[in-house]
């Protein structure tokens, strides 16, 4: 956790989604804005067991701590664009999606934190 101004991030890198109990028991007294989970990974892939995310962990943490979850994955990762699946960022709010970019299209999209709140620019 590091603090930016005003906000109180979390940070979660890629398979550490997968340890929901762990998260939430460290970052339930730390009064988060936002968590940032950066990730390189394919939303739908079961090809390598010990690569899978649960991804509707995020949703959990997101409901349980009360915080905004913003998923950055790479759109085209390594550079390389014959890797298909990849992108789709999204922010989870309240335990559901609230917002996602395409998949595997290289976008930009600005938000606003406030209050515990992510506020998407028109």
Partial sequence: MFQLGKLRIG???C??????EQIIADYQDANLDVIF?????????????E???????????????KVPIVNVNWANALNNTSLRGLGA????????????????KEELKIIE?????IKLSK
Wanted: no cysteine; aromatic share 10%.
């Fill in 11 to 13: 940070m979660l890198f």
């Fill in 15 to 20: 398979i550490e989604m997968n340890d929901k």
């Fill in 37 to 49: 989970w950066i990730s390189f990974i394919k939303w739908d892939d079961t090809s390598i067991p």
């Fill in 51 to 65: 690569n899978i995310i649960h991804n509707e962990n995020s949703l959990d943490i997101s409901l349980e701590l």
């Fill in 89 to 104: 960022s999204r922010i989870i709010q309240n335990g559901k999606i609230y917002f996602e970019l395409k998949e595997d």
């Fill in 113 to 117: 934190l406030k209050e515990k709140a």
